[in-house]
Nanobody, 127 residues
Framework: QVQLVESGGGSVQAGGSLRLSCAAS????????MAWFRQAPGKQREGVAA????????YYDDSVKGRFTISRDNAKKTVYLQMNGLKPEDTAMYYC????????????????????WGQGTQVTVSS
């Protein structure tokens, strides 16, 4: 099992930026594809971005393309989500997740493919 701890959430005004971090520990040798998801009140959890083991391949939901950037530092066992140009509709709890398979197995941003999850960090964007 992999333990994940997110940090970096907070409250910002529209147009602002935040950088989320997710530190992994435990059976990290089993980590492969890592991703960020979010869930707003009353809505289903949705995939935001995913990144391959080596960090060379990234995947984004259309709603965040051009504004969010996912990256990872394998030496630090940490994945990041740089969020720029934040909008009120980005308000949600953001979760980090890992899977033991490649991002290319089935869908990169499907929550069903991910086995371990963090507790989440809240992002609130005001207009």
């Amino acid at each position: 099992q992999v333990q994940l701890v997110e940090s970096g959430g907070g409250s910002v005004q529209a147009g602002g930026s935040l950088r989320l971090s997710c530190a992994a520990s435990g059976r990290t040798y089993s980590t492969n594809c890592m991703a960020w998801f979010r869930q707003a009140p009353g809505k289903q959890r949705e995939g935001v971005a995913a990144i391959s083991t080596g960090g060379r391949t990234t995947y984004y939901d259309d709603s965040v393309k051009g504004r969010f950037t996912i990256s990872r530092d394998n030496a630090k066992k940490t994945v990041y989500l740089q969020m720029n140009g934040l909008k009120p509709e980005d308000t949600a709890m953001y979760y980090c997740a890992v899977r033991g398979t490649s991002c290319t197995v089935r869908t990169p941003l499907s929550s069903y493919e991910y086995s371990d999850w963090g507790q989440g960090t809240q992002v609130t964007v005001s207009s």
